[in-house]
């Protein structure tokens, strides 16, 4: 069935340092969304990737979807503390529907 | 506008027992979908109902049933509890195919 990988699972930045984390996909997918998670909270939408090659950015949140639509990665820039949370990639598993098949997220912790 | 609303936030229930979860999706948002995170298994797909049907279904075992109410609220169910079935379950409404899950809190379960 799918698979769908988030490399790395922890990842401790300095505050101001670059953070980046990367999804692979075993299928092409559709879309790619993407979430993030703090601690004790539950997933909140970031954005929705479509296109072949597509790259958005949000404020310091740059995300990009392969050429092959089967990997993306988000990159924060200067990361602050407020970043902290866990970040998590999602692929719809076929085309019938909302079922979504995430990857098992990168835990970013930001030291002060 | 109301976002999704899970009750109950937490459960304490013993081995053998059964449960019952309820979702109150975004109003107008047909599509509810629920999902069981743990720290070793992560964000799981259970199974998604779209008016009042289930449209996709996820790897678990029978004793996780759900459906689907005319005004889009959905409860799941899980009969005779295991300890391995402790977890946060997750409720997402979207508004459309391939949209963006909006998550609710979640319901923190506790089997004993």
């Known amino acids: 069935g799918q698979q769908v990988m988030q490399i790395p699972q922890y990842q401790h930045v300095q505050e101001g340092e670059d953070f980046t984390t990367y999804c692979n996909s075993s299928?092409?997918?559709?879309?790619i969304q993407w979430y993030k998670q703090r601690p004790g909270g539950h997933p909140v939408f970031l954005i929705q990737?479509?296109?072949?090659?597509e790259v958005k950015k949000q404020k310091r949140l740059t995300f990009q979807f392969g050429e092959a639509k089967k990997n993306s990665s988000l990159h924060i820039t200067a990361t602050q503390t407020t970043d902290v949370g866990t970040y998590f990639c999602a692929g719809p598993r076929n085309n019938a529907g909302n079922m979504l098949t995430f990857g098992g997220g990168t835990r970013l912790m930001v030291k002060p | 506008k109301a976002g999704v609303t899970q009750t109950p936030r937490y459960l304490i229930k013993t081995r053998g027992q059964q449960v019952t979860l309820s979702c109150s999706p975004i109003s107008g948002h047909r599509s509810v979908s629920w999902y069981q995170q743990t720290p070793g298994q992560g964000l799981q797909f259970l199974f998604e109902?779209?008016?009042?049907?289930?449209?996709n279904k996820g790897n678990f075992p029978g004793r996780f049933s759900g459906r689907q109410f005319s005004n889009s609220r959905s409860e799941m169910n899980v009969s005779t509890l295991e300890l391995g079935d402790s977890a946060l379950y997750l409720c997402a409404s979207s508004s459309d195919f391939l949209a963006e899950a909006f998550f609710g809190q979640g319901t923190r379960l506790t089997v004993v």
């Open positions: 990737l479509v296109k072949s090659g």
């Open positions: 299928t092409t997918l559709s879309n």
């Open positions: 109902y779209f008016s009042e049907t289930q449209r």
